[in-house]
């Protein structure tokens, strides 16, 4: 199978989702299933610690060139200078937003950090690549 490369030109229209870091797998990338003390990764097997689980930047988007609309998901380390943190400091920034507020949705980010990331990326023009 050969795959070809491209880089497309787009815009972004929405943010897809509110979750933009996931309990990544090091060794695949996969997501982890974590339970209050333990992970474990369904694709290779991996396991650990839940404390020790490392995190991923996972940013669903929805975008349009001058022809087409596209949902494309952006992953990894590409994002931190997006972010200005890496998805480690982000979740534990998040995490600590959570347990000040009292929020119980671990798997959702602060409504603040929503709009902070539509900010910065709607109606944006970047060069992907596909």
Not at 59 to 79: E, H, P, R, Y
Not at 91 to 117: F, K, Y
Request: proline share 2%; net charge neutral; glycine share 6%.
């Amino acid at each position: 199978m050969t795959s070809v490369r491209r880089l497309l030109a787009a815009s972004v229209i929405s943010v897809q989702n509110s979750c933009f870091i996931y309990p990544a797998c090091e060794k695949c990338f996969s997501r982890l299933i974590l339970d209050s003390r333990r992970f474990n990764c369904l694709k290779c097997g991996c396991t650990g610690e839940a404390k020790d689980a490392s995190y991923r930047y996972r940013l669903s988007l929805k975008i349009a060139d001058t022809n087409d609309l596209f949902d494309i998901t952006v992953f990894g380390s590409c994002l931190d200078p997006f972010f200005g943190v890496t998805a480690e400091n982000l979740q534990r920034c998040i995490q600590d937003l959570n347990q000040l507020s009292g929020e119980t949705n671990i798997d959702e980010s602060p409504g603040v950090l929503v709009q902070a990331v539509e900010t910065c990326f709607i109606g944006k023009r970047f060069i992907f690549g596909v």
